[in-house]
């Protein structure tokens, strides 16, 4: 093995050392193959990266989002890191920033699940193994697959083969076509016809999942009839110290399948002067591809400085059903243009956009929309409610709804509100003995009721507090 | 300054609930109190009386810790402790409740939650234990009966679309649940037809005690009426220009403003 490896890296032209875990910054033909030659893929998914690079170098990096930041030097980044060693994090939570683990305390996550977050080193007998274990087991029961993406090309190469690129193909954005080309894991999730999934799937049980990269990918298959939940992200702010994040999450829903995909997304939004953090460039879509199949997002957003992200979905079954739930959070310096994109291709097509943005702080807010009804969408429906609120001066709110008809048998709606905390609000609270920040956190929840119930409890009462940790020191 | 000369006797062995010295206040470097004594016992209801814009309003939000009015002079002790030195939630939880005149909506918060929360908060200050959620809507349901609240009251957001009358009778609601040992009312009756009125006065007469004081400020007599004042004060110019027993309200009632504006401070 180690063998093929050296081999694979002197035929593409530049010495590594075996030993190595990174690749050398920058990116090119060998890279890739590097990235390949170390996940031993077979031959059509190199080849399907080799393309993507070279898709990718024809195109330009978008600029039309609501955002500003310093041009990323995509040739100054590593592109293959190892999974990090035992001796690479800090050996115990004494070692660990401070006011991390404090974070960590305010959300109520349990000491040992503290210890993973931050990156410290913990023995094999940890209890998410074993959790895992089970899980597994019963999963595969029912005939449920759910790996990491690596795994998935090894154990299932036909199924990856069949439905990877289908939602989000290479070409599709800038971002995407650079995801496709250097991904280096992500999760897979299959559930076969007729299967309700057991349980919640979510990253958190998942192990390998604490380490993936920048780049990761998801794929979700449901078969005719089946279900699935699944969870993704930790509640917990992550340092780290790459800089661009930039995920494809593909999902694909045959006839009457149903998925429900929540994200709570914390990663670490720089601190209060705008530096650091990571620039969240994510691609999310959703294929409605059968008959009364229905896709579901719901996402919290309160990390990363900056957030592009748009999860959508394209209903092309007749019948079938997308809804986004939305809350996006930007504090400090943080900014977000994030929104979905509803295509409604099938006939009798429902989508559903409920969208609340918060900003705080110097944060820049922008929902970006999409509802498109294609002629064939006879008696296709939208409802849109875009909801802004504000906390402060500094900040700001902007919407860009776009709306193509196609079809005059359709009917779309758009609402849209903008509103501010008002300090005669905070100050009816403080009379009534309720602090500021108290005050705040029950008037942002109060705002996002709408969204919160869409997720699963536990998550919650997690995105809760963590609306409330993002949001402290945003007032008085 | 002594109230007490109308013949109305307090007996001293009483708790000075608030005792305001020689306050003067502004705004904005507007000039609006200018020398206001007063001062509530324990059992006591006072009724501020003054025309619009005489600083009554002031007055309460300064007594509540609103931002923004500047104490230039003068004292104001609650229980014998600094009021002006405390942060408006430690108040609150001291036992100071301010009915607004303009009570404020807040949109998406829950009147329950909103309520269970300012409850709790004073039980924790007061070292007893949290009321979990159904002990709180025991409690609450017997309070709703006092003032004739419709059941769906509370699963309505804090003051939303509320009419008026409603709002109003939401701050006595309140008032009824967190039982403060010192009620100020700023204009409660402003705004409230006669039954409306009369509901939020036996309201307010069921939360008198021994131990409590109520300070009433109307624009009218009318109110008082129901809520019967021991003592009537008369706001002008930014000082108590006039003090009395209840007679007083009627006789402004019958005289006008006029007859104490302007006027010198003077004992009747
Ligand atoms: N925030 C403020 N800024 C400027 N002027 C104010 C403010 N609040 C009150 N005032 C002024 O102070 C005076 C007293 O107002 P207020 O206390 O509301 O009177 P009342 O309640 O007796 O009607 C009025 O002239 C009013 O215009
Ligand atoms: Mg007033």
Redesign the interface.
Known sequence: MIEGLVRTEYKYGFVTDVEADAAPPGLNEGIIQFISAKKQEPDWLLEWRLKAYRHWTTMKEPHWPHLKYPAVDFQDMVYYSAPRRKTDGPKSLEEVDPKLLETYEKLGIPLRERERLAGVAVDAVFDSVSVATTFKDTLAAKGVIFCSFSEAVREHPDLVRKYLGMVVPYTDNFYAALNSAVFSDGSFCFIPKGVRCPMELSTYFRINAANTGQFERTLIVAEEGAHVSYLEGCTAPMRDENQLHAAVVELIALDQAEIKYSTVQNWYPGDAEGRGGIYNFVTKRGLCRGKQSKISWTQVETGSAITWKYPSVILQGEDSVGEFYSVALTNNRQQADTGTKMVHIGKNTRSTIISKGISAGKGQNSYRGLVKIQKSATNARNFSQCDSLLIGNKCGAHTFPYIEVKNTTASVEHEATTSKIGEDQIFYCNSRGISTQDAVNMIVNGFCKEVFKELPMEFAVEAQKLLGVSLEGSVG | MDFSMNGTERMDTKTNILEIRNLHAGVEGKQILKGVDLTLRAGEVHAIMGPNGSGKSTLSQIL????GYEVTEGQVLYLGKDLLEM???E???EGV??A?QY????????TT???K??AN??RK?AGQPELDAMEFLALVKEKMKILHLPEDFLKR?VNDGFSGGEKKRNEIF?MAV?EPRLAVLDETDSGLDIDALKVVAAGVNKLRRPENAQLVITHYQRLLNYIVPDFVHVLSEGRIARSGGKELALELEARGYEWVTGTELQPA
Do not use: T, W
Request: proline content about 9%; aromatic content about 12%.
């Open positions: 509540a810790g609103r931002d942060d408006p939630e108040r609150a939880r409740f301010l607004f009570p404020v909506e807040i949109p998406g918060v829950n939650y909103f309520l929360a300012a908060e004073v200050h957001s309140q967190l």
